[in-house]
T-cell receptor
Framework: DADVTQTPRNRITKTGKRIMLECSQT?????MYWYRQDPGLGLRLIYY???????NKGEISDGYSVSRQAQAKFSLSLESAIPNQTALYFC?????????FGPGTRLTVL | DAKTTQPNSMESNEEEPVHLPCNHS???????IHWYRQLPSQGPEYVIH???SNVNNRMASLAIAEDRKSSTLILHRATLRDAAVYYC?????????FGQGTTLQVKP
């Protein structure tokens, strides 16, 4: 079983809809991250969390919110999706100097 | 976080060594040098990291210049499965700032 899982893996939605992407981990790590990746580009950090009570904005947090429901779960929400949020979204956990990434969620906003 | 510069793309032949360069002239004394790679249709995966000394692990070696202004990721025998985008990242906070990386093509 994968250590970091993301659901859904693919999602198509319409402009203005609220959508939630979920991330779960079995690694027992406190630190979790959400990134987005646009075609041909590297990943950009949206939000990160050092523990359940510590959530921080990354480079591109506008239009996104997160919830850390438990050590193992970190959800990313788009309150009102817009087309330029179409991207590949990755969740990651961290232990010491290594981050472990999930398989990604491909989100399309029409 | 300090910036890194990598070539956009490189080619290698299968079973030959590959040296992937990274320049980071503005590196600070506390910055670690991290390498991640992203295989097609997958999330990034950790390759190696170091601070000052050269490092070896089962995947690769990391050679760090004495002045730390550059580093080289060494894949000792490239395989077709090593074709990926390789990212060189500096960080002292645990946050990773990804650039565009180097796309490595491995020819049979």
């Amino acid at each position: 079983d994968a250590d970091v899982t993301q659901t859904p893996r693919n999602r198509i939605t319409k402009t203005g809809k609220r959508i939630m992407l979920e991330c779960s981990q079995t690694k027992g790590h406190d630190r979790m991250y959400w990134y987005r990746q646009d075609p041909g580009l590297g990943l950009r950090l949206i939000y990160y969390s050092f523990d359940v009570k510590d959530i921080n904005k990354g480079e591109i947090s506008d239009g996104y919110s997160v919830s850390r429901q438990a050590q193992a779960k970190f959800s990313l929400s788009l309150e009102s999706a817009i087309p330029n949020q179409t991207a590949l979204y990755f969740c990651a956990t961290r232990s010491y100097n290594e981050q472990f990434f999930g398989p990604g969620t491909r989100l399309t906003v029409l | 976080d300090a910036k890194t510069t990598q070539p956009n793309s490189m080619e290698s032949n299968e079973e030959e060594p590959v040296h992937l360069p990274c320049n980071h002239s503005t590196i600070s004394g506390t910055d670690y040098i991290h390498w991640y790679r992203q295989l097609p249709s997958q999330g990034p995966e950790y390759v190696i990291h170091g601070l000052t000394s050269n490092v070896n692990n089962r995947m690769a070696s990391l050679a760090i210049a004495e002045d730390r202004k550059s580093s080289t990721l060494i894949l000792h025998r490239a395989t077709l499965r090593d074709a990926a985008v390789y990212y060189c990242i500096l960080s002292n906070t645990g946050k990773l700032i990804f650039g565009q990386g180097t796309t490595l093509q491995v020819k049979p």
